[in-house]
């Protein structure tokens, strides 16, 4: 028996989720949305060590997030949107749940707020 939503997922989403869990990784992906760098340009605002940086871009390149070429002595790392815009698209079918379950929650914000009123005036 198939369960909903296993055969639309893309198949590196769990990769991708995993990737973006650490906040490391996420911020090497925000750096290299300005532009390609080196691991040593990335490592610079980290208190890491360059193998630990290493590391990290090995895990964005496993799950597609990113790419690296090998230009002379350097092996620039780049972004790449498509892994990251498939995780955007399995997010966004949850928001009608989102939506829903906060309009929820305001209406009874709402009724609390105005039993809380009803319960003043009468005291």
Same mark, same amino acid.
Request: glycine content about 4%; cysteine-free.
């Given at each position: ?6 055969? #639309?997922?893309?198949?590196?989403? +769990? /990769?991708?989720?995993?990737?973006? %869990? +650490?906040?490391? !990784? ?6 290299? %949305?300005?532009?390609? /760098?080196? &691991?040593?340009?990335?490592?610079? *605002?980290?208190?890491?060590?360059? *193998? /630990? &940086? ?8 496993? @799950? ?5 070429? &090998?230009?002379? #002595?350097? !092996?620039? @790392?780049?972004?790449?949107?498509? *892994?990251?815009? %498939? ?5 966004? %079918?949850?928001? #009608? ?6 309009? #929820? ?11 809380? @009123?009803?319960?003043?005036?009468? +005291?």
């Amino acid at each position: 028996m198939e369960q909903f939503g296993y055969a #639309q997922q893309p198949q590196n989403l +769990d /990769a991708v989720f995993a990737a973006l %869990a +650490d906040p490391t !990784r996420r911020a090497i992906l925000s750096r290299l %949305a300005m532009g390609e /760098a080196s &691991v040593n340009e990335i490592a610079a *605002p980290f208190e890491m060590s360059q *193998p /630990a &940086v290493s590391k990290h871009l090995k895990v964005l390149e496993r @799950a597609g997030l990113i790419e690296r070429d &090998v230009d002379q #002595q350097r !092996r620039p @790392a780049r972004l790449k949107a498509e *892994p990251m815009a %498939a995780a955007v698209r399995w997010l966004i %079918a949850f928001r #009608q749940f989102w939506s829903s379950s906060f309009d #929820q929650l305001d209406g009874l914000l709402e009724e609390l707020k105005k039993a809380e @009123a009803k319960g003043v005036k009468n +005291d």
